[in-house]
């Protein structure tokens, strides 16, 4: 039972399927389906807040929520089947399901009006975290010059780096690329959002200044790793793309039910997570002695953390004029848990691959389940949530949730791993089918 917490907490973010066990997995499903077809004022009142330690267990072990995102499921509901190996292409394209309930609009319409009140502050607190066009990295800035007579050479020297470092490596900043590439599925997301949206696609709103903008530095990022890994010649290109075109017609289901407050605490724990991600990738190239790689992972992790720093100042703004209204959100949000925004990523071939993918990012300490502890704590810190003054009763009980939190993720996450001795080998159909170690 003590297990259930972590298993349900890193099953979202990080941890392999076959550490979550297989058959708990399937009675959870079909408990899942018969709960998920409740009204949410129900589910509400059955994920308490945390006050004593089997509620905890309890209170994340209901939803299942990873059982039910996780590719095995959603995918095979999509394709008609669950078996491990499906590239069946006969059945015309059907978007894959969020099996959970879906939310929308829970946001009191009265509080769109704060979002435009907000605006002014907006342009001038938020839009100076946006860096001018011409003063942007492209990606060719870190690649060989195809216009130059050493293309070939730069090529061959790239090639040469890229051979030193090995597959474990490369499943991982491939999972980074694709997580990236799917940039349509994250800029139609900010754009669920009630009383931020972009109304027009081209809204002068700094809202939506800001949205188009991150989304055309954020664009950035996918093209650079994605020219990077096809002039590497490690990868299997055509199997990556695949998994790039299932995943955004994939798309992600956040939870943030088109509530602005839900969707920059997402956000900001997001870019935080994506900082540290291609931090780590960076410091392993450079340990793997390919320098020109490392810079490539952290100019984009300073990217990321430049958008950090815009969304939590939102999320900061936020708690200063609404505490009690913030601080329930945070709380919702973690105990829905932070999907990962790749959480549906499908090669055609491996039902699992989002977990399989997140097991090597684990073991390779890029994405950890202690840097999920480790940005909730930062986010905590960074907010004052400790010190917030004037809540409700139920405001009170979500800054003692999400206070608490970090501390019980650690000591959970060390149990499991002490326990987590197993390790097996699977293919990764992005490096032709080589295995490698989860
Ligand atoms: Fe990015
Ligand atoms: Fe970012």
Excluded at 5 to 11: E, G
Excluded at 386 to 414: F, H, M, N, W
Aim: with cysteine; charged share 25%; net charge neutral.
């Amino acid at each position: 039972m003590t297990n259930r917490f972590f298993i349900n907490l890193v099953c979202a973010t990080l941890v392999p399927s076959h550490l979550c066990g297989g058959k708990q997995n399937s009675k959870n499903c079909a408990t899942a389906s018969t709960h998920r077809r409740r009204r949410r004022s129900t589910m509400a009142l059955r994920i308490n807040p945390v006050s004593f330690q089997s509620e905890i267990y309890r209170s994340f072990s209901f939803p299942q929520t990873k059982n039910l995102r996780s590719p095995k499921f959603t995918m095979a509901s999509t394709l008609g089947s669950s078996t491990a190996k499906v590239e069946s292409t006969k059945k015309p394209f059907t978007p894959p399901r969020e099996v959970h309930q879906q939310v929308t609009h829970s946001m009191p319409p009265q509080k769109i009006e704060i979002f435009k009140s907000i605006e002014g502050w907006a342009e001038e607190n938020i839009l100076v975290h946006l860096k001018p066009v011409e003063k942007c990295w492209q990606a060719q800035d870190f690649l060989p010059d195809p216009a130059s007579d050493g293309f070939m050479e730069q090529v061959e020297e790239l090639r040469a780096r890229a051979k030193e470092i090995p597959d474990d490596y490369f499943v991982v900043l491939v999972g980074d690329m694709i997580t990236e590439e799917a940039l349509p599925t994250y800029q139609t997301m900010l754009n669920t959002l009630d009383g931020v949206r972009d109304e027009t696609g081209a809204s002068p709103t700094p809202w939506a200044i800001w949205t188009r903008a991150w989304t055309a530095e954020e664009n950035r990022h996918g093209d650079l790793l994605h020219q990077y890994l096809y002039l590497s010649g490690r990868v299997d290109m055509r199997q990556i793309q695949k998994t790039i075109q299932y995943l955004i017609g994939s798309g992600m289901d956040p939870r943030t039910e088109n509530s602005p407050y839900l969707g920059f605490i997402y956000t900001s724990f997001q870019e935080r997570a994506t900082f540290i991600s291609h931090g780590n990738t960076a410091r392993h190239a450079k340990e793997h002695g390919d320098l020109k790689l490392a810079q490539i992972c952290g100019t984009i992790a300073a990217d990321e953390k430049r958008h950090e720093t815009a969304y939590t100042k939102i999320a900061e703004k936020l708690f200063e004029i609404d505490p009690d209204g913030t601080v329930l959100a945070f709380a919702d949000m973690m105990r829905k848990k932070i999907s990962m925004p790749a959480h549906l990523m499908y090669d055609g071939r491996d039902d699992n691959l989002f977990d399989h993918f997140s097991a090597v990012a684990q073991r390779l300490g890029v994405y950890t389940a202690k840097d999920y502890a480790d940005i909730l704590e930062f986010l905590v810190g960074r907010w004052k949530v400790a010190d917030l003054t004037g809540l409700s009763g139920e405001g009170r009980k979500a800054q003692d949730y999400v206070c608490g939190l970090a501390p019980r993720i650690r000591r959970l996450e060390e149990r499991s791993s002490a326990r987590a001795k197993e390790s097996v080998d699977v293919p990764f159909s992005w490096i032709f089918d080589r295995q490698v170690k989860l």
